[in-house]
């Protein structure tokens, strides 16, 4: 019942009523169909229960903590496959292997918990983006191949782009590619690194713990370094991507791109 005391009295009785009503129905968990869907009222509680409950792994946003490699929750509706009766799984039964325990709450709070995560989701762009997809693909290669991969062409320094339409807005993208120092996603955050004998590394870090370091080199080869070997490690502020002002590339031209990169997530 202390669980209970971080979303207070009017929130517990929701989730009891709602847990009455789903008792005298069809069991929960065999449930496709989130029944708590069309409820407002489950987001609510679902956020301050993933607020209490679950934040200390993947933040109160749902956005995920680097330092302990939890994922961001915001994107798993986007992956193939996932539902919210295998988001009601994973919560209810942890994921084997990782540091996502089972969980024994009720099956009415796994649901306002799903509720809360499909309310949080990121959504992508679902409107046909207009431009020319050939000439797309041509700036595309001109400009962003040699860091980025569409499906099994491209460069792996930057993320890859094969489903990026399908997470990101339309006006979002546009930003990055304008700005991209703004937002740098994790696993893409610069660093230099330098060395005793005063050689000098640029890369993107992958992973890193108190005695070790790994990153993707700016020749995009994933290498691995003891701390004990680096006089300095250098957390940069700049994306490694350069921006791309209107002289560079125009808004037709952009256009053009994305409407290309969103015609291969088909």
Not at 19 to 24: K, L, P, S, Y
Not at 62 to 80: F, N, Q, S, V
Not at 178 to 199: E, M, W
Request: glycine share 8%; aromatic share 8%; charged share 20%.
């Amino acid at each position: 019942m202390a669980r209970y005391f971080y979303f207070g009295v009017k929130n517990l009785l929701f989730v009891t009523s709602i847990f009455c009503g789903i008792a005298f129905g069809q069991s929960s968990a065999a449930q496709e169909m989130n029944p708590l869907a069309a409820d407002p009222r489950a987001v609510r509680v679902g956020g301050s229960l993933f607020r209490a409950q679950c934040a200390t792994c993947h933040g109160a946003d749902a956005k995920g903590i680097e330092d302990i490699e939890a994922p961001d929750l915001t994107l798993m509706y986007l992956r193939d496959g996932v539902t919210d009766a295998s988001v009601f799984q994973i919560i209810r039964e942890g994921i084997p292997g990782s540091i996502m325990p089972p969980h024994t709450f009720s099956d009415a709070e796994v649901w306002t918990l799903v509720s809360y995560l499909r309310s949080a989701g990121i959504v992508g762009t679902s409107t046909t983006i207009e431009g020319n997809t050939e000439r797309g693909l041509l700036l595309f290669n001109n400009n962003c191949a040699q860091c980025h991969r569409v499906g099994v062409r491209g460069g792996s320094l930057g993320p890859d782009l094969s489903s990026i339409t399908n997470r990101r807005s339309q006006d979002a993208l546009i930003n990055s590619i304008r700005n991209p120092s703004a937002t740098i996603s994790r696993r893409y955050k610069p660093v230099t690194l330098i060395f005793q004998n005063d050689g000098i590394i640029h890369g993107t870090i992958k992973s890193e713990d108190a005695f070790s370091i790994q990153i993707m080199d700016s020749n995009q080869v994933l290498r691995g370094f003891r701390k004990s070997l680096l006089q300095e490690v250098i957390y940069g502020e700049l994306s490694l991507m350069p921006s791309f002002p209107a002289s560079v590339l125009s808004d037709g031209d952009i256009n053009d791109v994305l409407n290309f990169l969103q015609s291969t997530r088909q």
